[in-house]
Structures are given as structure tokens and as C-alpha cells.
């Protein structure tokens, strides 16, 4: 069982907004920066989000990061048939004193 | 731009040693400011942090993984490399290394972690069966 909790599924149609939401505790989130990727079929994952809100470049400004307390959430408006993947939160854990992920969220483009 | 490419078998006994190799190009393993990191991701399953290593041969594992693992570069071939003692069906999946930025910011006595992995390799799948 993932320390970071994401709903296992999410959907929308083209043009909609879809909100994934990533849920953790006061040794992660709480306290340490977030992390989102973007994992298309039989690829590697993809930097989406850093440092809880920054875009890298390339990313387009479609995909947008927050964070509040011990839960952060990753949103992509204007919905493309090409954001279906697996989404996935990541964050430094200082219990562990390293790197935890979520389970991953499947994203439908209907 | 750096790049990352994972090599190694595909196939592993049980009890044997899983070893993977990461050659980075466009950059430099020698630079400061980075972690070298191989995560994993079990078929159908979350990712992992395995552990990472820096330019100077510091390293960081998983509490999980520890006792079975070791990280270590070479700089003079622009490399870095995982070694798995002991597996098992378990340890059965896509085996990543990434560049892994990771910094630490403190206001007073409340220090807050920021790290992130980018970019990934392609991933290699790793298969642990007789």
C-alpha cells in the first residue's frame, strides 16, 4: 500500500478539466516538496510538476500544480485525447529518508 | 540535453546478482548539484525508489532494499551502476535510472525537501526466473 494515496482512476472529455488529487502525512507532503509524473503506455515517466508548482520547460502550462497541508493536487484543463496515461505524485519522505510514490492515477480521455 | 540509457540482462536466476549499468550522455555524472538514482516499477505495479548516488561516490538507499543493494559510478565512462544480490520473482520489473535533483531549504530550525527526477531513462525490464 502506497504512503501517498491517489484515486486509482480520473476522466473527462476533450476540452474538460480533470483534477488528480495525491494524499499524504506530515513526513512528506506536510513537510517536503511535490513531484508529479506523466506515464504514457510502455514509456518512461515524464516530469510534469516540481517543487509543488514548477512547470519545467516543454511542459506545457495546461498542467498545473498546488499543494495545501498534507494533500496536493495536479490539474490539467483542456483535456487532449494524448493526457491519457498513468499520473503519479512523488515526494522525499523523511521517515524513510527517501523518495515515495503514489500509486498512480489512469486518466480517460471519454 | 543529458539522456539516460539503462543496459544489462534481462533474465536472472533466483539468488543470483541483478546488475545494471546507466551511460549518461549530453552531461556529465561529475557534476554537483545531482543525484544518480534507478528506481523500479514491479509489471502492473507503483514505482520504487531504489537509492542514488552522487559524483564523489556517496550513496542513499531504500530502507527496504539496503541490505541487497549497491550504487556505484564510474566518472572516467560517464556511468553509473545498480547491483542486487539475492533476488527473488519479487524483484521482477522495469528498472529505471533517472537524474534525481534534490535540494533542502531551512528557515530557522523547519527544513523542507524538494527533489524530483528528470530526466528518466527508457527502462529495462528485468525478469528473475529460472
Known amino acids: 500500500q502506497s504512503v501517498l494515496t491517489q484515486p486509482p482512476s480520473a476522466s473527462g472529455t476533450p476540452g474538460q478539466r480533470v483534477t488528480i488529487s495525491c494524499s499524504g502525512g506530515?513526513?512528506?507532503?506536510?513537510?517536503?516538496?511535490i513531484s508529479w509524473y506523466r506515464q504514457l503506455p510502455g514509456t518512461a515517466p515524464r516530469l510534469l510538476i516540481h517543487?509543488?508548482?514548477r512547470r519545467p520547460s516543454g511542459v506545457p502550462d495546461r498542467f498545473s500544480g498546488s499543494k495545501s497541508g498534507t494533500s496536493a493536487s495536479l490539474a490539467i484543463s483542456g483535456l487532449q485525447s494524448e493526457d491519457a496515461a498513468d499520473y503519479f505524485c512523488?515526494?522525499?519522505?523523511?521517515?524513510?529518508?527517501?523518495?515515495?510514490f503514489g500509486g498512480g492515477t489512469k486518466v480517460t480521455v471519454l | 540535453q543529458v539522456q539516460l540509457q539503462e543496459s544489462g540482462p534481462g533474465l536472472v536466476k533466483p539468488s543470483e546478482t541483478l546488475s545494471l549499468t546507466c551511460t549518461v550522455s549530453?552531461?556529465?555524472?561529475?557534476?554537483?548539484?545531482?543525484?544518480w538514482s534507478w528506481i523500479r516499477q514491479p509489471p502492473g505495479k507503483e514505482l520504487e525508489w531504489i537509492g542514488y548516488?552522487?559524483?564523489?561516490?556517496?550513496?542513499k538507499y531504500s530502507p527496504t532494499l539496503k541490505s541487497r543493494v549497491t550504487i556505484s559510478v564510474d566518472t572516467s565512462k560517464s556511468q553509473f551502476s545498480l547491483s542486487l544480490t539475492s533476488v527473488t520473482a519479487a524483484d521482477t520489473a522495469v528498472y529505471y535510472c533517472?537524474?534525481?535533483?534534490?535540494?533542502?531549504?531551512?528557515?530557522?530550525?523547519?527544513?523542507?525537501?524538494?527533489?524530483?527526477?528528470?530526466?528518466w531513462g527508457q527502462g529495462t525490464l528485468v525478469i528473475a526466473s529460472s
Open positions: 512523488a515526494a522525499w519522505d523523511d521517515g524513510l529518508n527517501g523518495v515515495i
Open positions: 506530515s513526513s512528506n507532503i506536510g513537510s517536503n516538496t
Open positions: 517543487t509543488d508548482d
Open positions: 549530453g552531461g556529465s555524472v561529475s557534476g554537483g548539484g545531482a543525484f
Open positions: 548516488i552522487d559524483y564523489s561516490g556517496n550513496t
Open positions: 533517472a537524474r534525481q535533483l534534490w535540494f533542502r531549504s531551512c528557515r530557522g530550525p523547519t527544513c523542507s525537501v524538494g527533489s524530483w527526477f528528470d530526466p
